[in-house]
């Protein structure tokens, strides 16, 4: 997958609550990143809560659209975890990981974007 026939969108602006991505009107609370597009990331799609954490089904829909590395923000004050199932998933499947506090993941994100075929799942409260 050559990132730049898809690029992932470029995070313009991350406060308490609000993801703004670039190329969409409306912000986001949570989101989810991907080489060609994004969206709201909702827990209750699968369940996830602050503790355990980020679940494995949350990161199938980025490496299905290519991302062989995937940046999880972990909330302004890192609150949310990360299933240790969820690594393990992306470990066998060759995908690099990443984890920070939101605004560092969202730094390093977009840092990746320029160049890699990245994926992000970023909390933008707690």
Known sequence: MDARKRPSPRVVGLSWGRIE?????????????????????DWNET???????????????????????VVFGCGMYERLGVCPETLEQLEER???VRIHQSEEAVRV??????????????HSTC
């Open 21 to 41: 991505v670039d190329g969409r009107e409306a912000p986001y609370k949570d989101a989810k990143l991907f080489p060609g597009g994004s969206r709201e990331w």
């Open 47 to 69: 369940g996830t809560r602050h503790q355990p954490g980020i679940q494995p089904a949350d990161v199938e829909e980025l490496v299905e659209h290519g991302a062989r590395v």
């Open 94 to 96: 060759g995908v690099e």
């Open 109 to 122: 994100y977009n840092e990746l974007a320029e160049k890699e075929a990245v994926g992000a799942l970023v």
